[in-house]
């Protein structure tokens, strides 16, 4: 049957072009491919490029999330898109091992999301199975970068340009390369307010972050027991 193939597949194991079911499966594949290529030839207005994605995906796609074509998929239904998500054009997704995309994501041009592979085996190497692909709230993926099966990318994680992700990203961590490796840890800014809020600066100094005096107002950057929290974000500031 179709569905135990698509089943397999999500729980990762081997699917053989021999089996039964798989010319349904892809017959439907192709469907798929159909249904993109009509979306991806011509210009397309922002409810246009819904109703193809939802048809692709066979779920409703956030309005506030947006899709420029032309995306290249293969299977649309094992894919879930989160809220005010930008995806780029030329994307490249490969969605039967399924994919998971949270809120606030911003994928670059020409990035590849890869959820099935081959068998090694050159004897069985048609065959093929899968493993998910997760991509959790906040992440910004750049462009032409290829996440390969099974990756977990962390909580507003950043993927370099060009990199190639083999292996699950940290949460707020920059990873970029070939394979890809962390090179840096993203970092809050921590600001303490009070009436003195507008007499503090951000100060970056080579990745670290200190808390400088704008004028001689007297508060140092040391927090007092009235100050609350905030981020420099929350009062304003941009670092």
């Known amino acids: 049957m179709m569905n135990d193939i698509f089943a397999k ?26 249904t993109a290529t009509e979306m991806n030839t011509g210009y397309r207005t922002h409810e246009e490029v ?13 309005a506030t999330t947006t899709v420029l074509p032309p995306l290249y998929i293969d299977y649309g239904k094992p894919v879930n898109i989160g809220k005010r998500c930008f ?9 039967r091992g399924g994919i998971t995309i949270g809120n ?8 590849n999301l890869i959820t099935i592979n081959h068998d090694p085996d050159p004897d069985n190497r048609s065959a093929t199975y899968g493993r998910p692909i997760v991509i959790e709230d906040k992440v ?25 992700v083999t292996k699950d990203v940290p949460a707020m961590t920059i990873v970029a390369g070939n394979p890809a490796r962390i090179i840096k840890k993203i970092e809050t800014c921590l600001l303490y307010t009070s009436d003195a809020a507008d007499d503090l600066l951000c100060v970056d100094l080579g990745g670290r972050r200190i808390l400088k005096k704008k004028k001689k107002s007297g508060v ?20």
């Open 140 to 164: 910004w993926i750049g462009i032409n970068s290829t996440i390969l099966p099974g990756v977990r990318i962390g909580y507003g994680a950043i993927v370099g340009a060009g990199s190639v």
């Open 50 to 62: 819904h109703e193809y994605m939802e048809r692709i995906l066979d779920k409703e796609l956030d």
């Open 9 to 34: 597949d999500l729980s990762g194991e081997m699917v053989s072009p021999d089996e039964p079911g798989y010319d349904e499966l892809i017959t439907d594949i192709f469907a798929t491919i159909k």
């Open 220 to 239: 140092s950057g040391r927090r007092s027991n009235r100050s609350k929290i905030r981020t420099c974000k929350e009062i304003g500031r941009w670092h």
């Open 87 to 95: 995806i780029q054009q030329c994307c490249t997704f490969f969605g």
């Open 104 to 111: 606030d994501v911003f994928i670059g041009p020409k990035v």
